[in-house]
């Protein structure tokens, strides 16, 4: 008579269940761990970096470690119970720090074997970088729709002016920058100008004495076009920003057109096939790039959002590109509006934004974002913040 052996496989299956089942469990807790400690060590990057900013005091460094570090936990991290520890040396432009985090990891499976947690830690160690020569090329948009009024009040003012309020310098209302100015109307223009002057000043505050920062400016409108060569001296660059004009601001004028990807792609060629690396002869690039972000050209060039194959073949070489962008502020029921902008008005911060090296995008259109978006592009290209190790 043969035996019925079904049931012992039905033992021996279900016993061999049982470690499957733990190692599965052991695999998840591994992997939360693993979550759990990248995502501890990001919290643990931005508050060293936090600390160490030229704006935070020397006095307030800890607190705002531990307030940045604080403030990047989720509820599932503060579950670890981490611990921050940061030690600094240095002070003012020349300071670093040494910080560190331990955390117990809540584990799920590997309760059933006794243990419910699994000990986490990192380290980083950061630094200001100091010292070095800089090439800043400020790339200005030139085309005459940076000549809108720059807030609704003004808006307001121009449309009793030259009885409009958009695409003023088209068709039959040209509107002069004179006129604008002398009603006491503030253009986008005005705003571009007086907040890259700025920047240029905040860079210029921490400046170091064995730094060499030199500036080159050029407009963006039909064609590209320098108006001042790189240079050294503070004073010139500053003042032909303070100088710089529209491209044609009159009837059609073909000067007035926004061929910005074209545009790029000439700027371009007047950068080093490289980055540098912040010796004399040799110093890092940055291109910041202020515009709308719209192109148009009547039958040259189609009205949309610009190309971005220049921006990746700079950015390929190594050289850091900043976009701020400079948002229409949307008209509805305006015709000009309605018929050139509406269609692409979406997409217009998108493509700057890839245009932009990662986190150096910034978008405004209200005099105090624009102001705020220069001030925080100032603070990156001033405190060439970076984690050593």
Known sequence: MLQDKSGNVAIMFALSLIPLMLA????????????????????????????????????????????????????ELQAASPKLSIAFNGSGSSRSA???????????????????????????????????????????DASASMGVAATEKDRDSLQKIAGCAFACHMGSKPTSMDTAHSAGVKLRIDLMKQNVQMLMDKVREVQLEEQVVRYSVAGMSRNFEPRLAMTDDFTKAKNAVANFTLSGVVHNS????????????????????????????????????VSDGMQFDWNRISSGPIGNT?????????????????????????????????????????????????????????????????AELAVRIRGALRLMN
């Open 24 to 75: 599965i469990g052991m695999a998840v807790d591994v992997t939360k761990v693993l979550s759990t400690r990248v995502q501890l060590q990001d919290a643990l990057d931005a508050a060293t970096l936090a600390a160490l900013a030229e704006y935070t005091p020397d006095d307030k460094r800890e607190q705002v470690a531990h307030a940045t570090f604080k403030a990047s936990l989720s509820p």
């Open 310 to 374: 220049p921006c990746e073949e700079i950015k390929a070489r190594g050289i850091s590109v900043a976009v701020i962008q400079l948002r229409y502020v949307e008209l509805k029921g305006n015709s000009a509006f309605e018929h050139y902008v509406r269609p692409h008005f979406t997409k217009l911060g998108p493509a700057l934004e890839k245009c932009a090296s990662p986190g150096m995008f910034y978008s405004a259109d209200s005099p105090e974002q624009i102001q705020k978006a220069f």
């Open 254 to 289: 073909s000067n007035s057109a926004s061929r910005l990807t074209p545009s790029l792609s000439e700027g371009r060629a007047t950068l080093p096939a490289q980055n540098g690396d912040g010796t004399k002869d040799r110093p890092r690039q940055f291109v910041v790039i």
């Open 98 to 140: 040494v910080a560190s985090f331990t955390a117990s990891a809540p584990l799920a499976f590997a309760g059933i074997l006794g243990t419910s947690t699994m000990d986490v830690s990192g380290q980083t160690t950061a630094g200001i970088e100091v010292g070095g020569s800089m090439d800043i090329s400020l790339w200005l």
